[in-house]
């Protein structure tokens, strides 16, 4: 399995933006598929956003599509998740996650995933 670490959480007014990244470690990284979820206080876990291995495909929540966009950088084991226009709503925690085929598929949930970051906080104040 791959070994996941967040970071870049932290506070933002609404309308502001954050990039999240999430390094993993392993030599395979390029060979899977990569997402990342979030969770709300007193809510379940929910589907953010995911890449393809090579990152020619992804998809979205409809609640964060056209204001949130992943991407990958292979060579340096890094996925990343830029949000902008962040909305109150949006404060979670964020988790990424590694899914053990190198393609993505819609919809896509938390048991399509094999692997977890220990998360990182994100805070949008209104």
């Known amino acids: 399995q791959v070994q996941l670490v967040e970071s870049g959480g932290g506070l933002v007014q609404a309308g502001g933006s954050l990039r999240l990244s999430c390094a993993a470690s392993g030599r395979t990284f390029s060979s899977y598929a990569m997402g990342w979820f979030r969770q709300a206080p007193g809510k379940e876990r929910e589907f953010v956003a995911a890449?393809?291995?090579?990152?020619?495909?992804?998809t979205y929540a409809d609640s964060v599509k056209g204001r949130f966009t992943i991407s990958r950088d292979n060579a340096k084991n890094t996925v990343y998740l830029q949000m902008n226009s962040l909305k109150p709503e949006d404060t979670a925690v964020y988790y990424c996650?590694?899914?053990?085929?190198?393609?993505?598929?819609?919809?896509?949930?938390?048991?399509?995933?094999?692997?977890w970051g220990q998360g990182t906080q994100v805070t949008v104040s209104s």
């Open positions: 996650a590694a899914r053990s085929y190198s393609y993505i598929k819609a919809p896509l949930g938390g048991a399509d995933f094999t692997s």
């Open positions: 890449i393809s291995w090579s990152g020619a495909s992804t």
